[in-house]
Each structure stands twice: as structure tokens, then as C-alpha cells.
Antibody
């Protein structure tokens, strides 16, 4: 069973960037599609985008286009999500989650396993 | 953009069935899944591909999806089922979540 371990909490200034990592264990990152989902305080879940490292496939939610970059390092089984031009509304817990590549590509992907979440606080 | 709509809250007595709906345009043409999230924890998949249960999820959880709505049903609701529940589907390669439903077991 895969486990996802994310990097620790961050406090950032408005206008800066943050990069959150997600390391897989119990399975190589090449076996999965990795999505990033965020949750603002007291709010619901929001999908930001995803990557399938083995296919070189990447897609982002339209509202984050141009501000989010998702990458993966297969040698360390680690995925990354970088969000730029941070504003207070980006304060949230950021999760990584896995899907099987086949289901992700076909549009039936479910988020089978989740990381523990990383709290990003944007404050001046 | 595609939207999924859930009731903000549902209440149920212990031992009774609980149903949570998720509405979206032609949702029945897509696969729907459901996540349970307890306070301070990461979401957990409880139903995938409309009506399948991952291993380890109790049989009292079931799902259906047809027309413009998907439904999560919990038969014999227990106190431990009190949580937020989110439906999710894909539209044009974009993941979409419903707004979430807080299930209260009174």
C-alpha cells in the first residue's frame, strides 16, 4: 500500500511562491497519477491539477493556470506543487493524492490514497 | 465550468439510513465517487465508480448514479460515520468536487 508523505507547514508573504513536496513510499511514483487538492479553512475540496510522470502528462484546473506548476522527480519518487503570486485566499491545506494512470486518463480516476496535508499560510 | 451540488447538512439518528445526494448536469454519464473526511484528517475514498467499495470500507456504505444525481447511502448509520462527505467526478479532464455535506448523527 502506497504512503504519501508531504513536506511541513509553510508561512509565506503575499506575492511570494511556495513549493510543497509529496514523497511516495511503498510504490514508485511512476505507477501513479498524482493530483493536488487544496482545502481552505472551513471550506470544501478543490482540485488544482495532476501529473502522470510515466506518460509525461500534465493538466491544471483552469483557475490555477499560469500560477501553479506540478512536477515529479522519478528518481526520488517525489512530486511537487509550486504556487506563485500567493495571496491571502491561498491559505489552505494542500493535499497530494494518487490515482491509477489508466483511470486518470479515462476520466474515472479516484483519489485512492492521500497525503497528510500541508498547511500553507499566506500572511503579511 | 461543471458544478456538483450537495446539501450542506444531513442529520440522521443512529441505526437509521442516511442519504446524501450530489447533483450535476448529466452526472449519470460520468463516474461518481465519494470521500469521507473527519475533522483534522485527510479524505478517505468510500465509494468509487458510482457503487464500488474499496477494501476496508464497511458494507453499510453504498452508492448509485443515474440521470443528474448520484447518491451515497449509509444503512444503519453509526456515530463513527459523522463526518463531511464529498462527491467527485471528472469533466473535460478536470477534477470536480461537490461542496460537501456535513453528516450529523444525533
Amino acid at each position: 500500500q502506497v504512503q504519501l508523505v508531504q513536506s511541513g507547514a509553510e508561512v509565506k508573504k503575499p506575492g511570494s511562491s511556495v513549493k510543497v513536496s509529496c514523497k511516495t513510499s511503498g510504490g514508485t511514483i511512476s505507477s501513479y497519477a498524482i493530483s493536488w487538492v487544496r482545502q481552505a479553512p472551513g471550506q470544501g475540496l478543490e482540485w488544482m491539477g495532476g501529473i502522470i510522470p510515466i506518460l509525461g502528462m500534465l493538466n491544471y484546473a483552469q483557475r490555477f493556470q499560469g500560477r501553479v506548476t506540478i512536477t515529479a522527480d522519478e528518481s526520488t519518487s517525489t512530486a511537487y506543487m509550486e504556487l506563485s503570486s500567493l495571496r491571502s485566499e491561498d491559505t489552505a491545506v494542500y493535499y497530494c493524492a494518487t490515482s491509477t494512470p489508466e483511470d486518470y486518463v479515462s476520466g474515472s480516476g479516484t483519489f485512492d490514497y492521500w497525503g497528510q496535508g500541508t498547511l500553507v499560510t499566506v500572511s503579511s | 465550468s461543471y458544478e456538483l451540488t450537495q446539501p450542506p447538512s444531513v442529520s440522521v439518528s443512529p441505526g437509521q439510513p442516511a442519504s446524501i445526494t450530489c447533483s450535476g448536469d448529466k452526472l449519470g454519464d460520468k463516474y461518481a465517487c465519494w470521500y469521507q473526511q473527519r475533522p483534522g484528517q485527510s479524505p478517505v475514498l468510500v465509494i468509487y465508480q458510482d457503487n464500488k467499495r474499496p477494501s476496508g470500507i464497511p458494507e453499510r456504505f453504498s452508492g448509485s448514479n443515474s440521470g443528474n444525481a448520484a447518491t451515497l447511502t449509509i444503512s444503519g448509520t453509526q456515530a463513527m460515520d459523522e463526518a463531511d462527505y464529498y462527491c467527485q467526478a471528472w469533466d473535460s479532464s478536470t477534477g470536480v468536487f461537490g461542496g460537501g455535506t456535513k453528516l450529523t448523527v444525533l
